[in-house]
Nanobody, 121 residues
Framework: VQLQASGGGLVQPGGSLRLSCAAS????????MVWYRQGPGNQRELVAR????????NYGDSVKGRFTISRDNAKNTVYLQMNSLKPEDTAVYYC???????????????WGQGTLVTVSS
């Protein structure tokens, strides 16, 4: 199983970006999908989480009202729409997913490689 994150880049303050993270490989079921980030000199922090069916979401306090997490289960993909970006949103963004490879297997956590978001004028 691999998670491939994409969509990062350089954006001006107040701008928007949309991150994607696609899971591929042998997958029976994907549970919660989560975006984390780690800025310069900071610890990794939770940005947003979405449940397996997409009906439940939660966000870190610093991004509430600006970021939206969503998923497309047909594509095994999670998205992060980021609006009103601020310089303090600059970080490497990582996706994480709980995945069962086969019905009889336990849940395992998988990580994407990270995508860099830089917010600067």
């Amino acid at each position: 199983v691999q998670l491939q994150a994409s969509g990062g880049g350089l954006v001006q303050p107040g701008g928007s970006l949309r991150l994607s993270c696609a899971a591929s490989g042998i997958i029976f079921e994907i549970g919660d999908m989560v975006w984390y980030r780690q800025g310069p000199g900071n610890q990794r922090e939770l940005v947003a989480r979405i449940s397996s069916g997409g009906g439940s979401t939660n966000y870190g306090d610093s991004v509430k009202g600006r970021f939206t997490i969503s998923r497309d289960n047909a594509k095994n993909t999670v998205y992060l729409q980021m609006n009103s970006l601020k310089p303090e949103d600059t970080a490497v963004y990582y996706c994480n997913a709980a995945i069962r490879i086969y019905r009889s297997n336990p849940w395992r956590n998988f990580w994407g490689q990270g995508t860099l978001v830089t917010v600067s004028s």
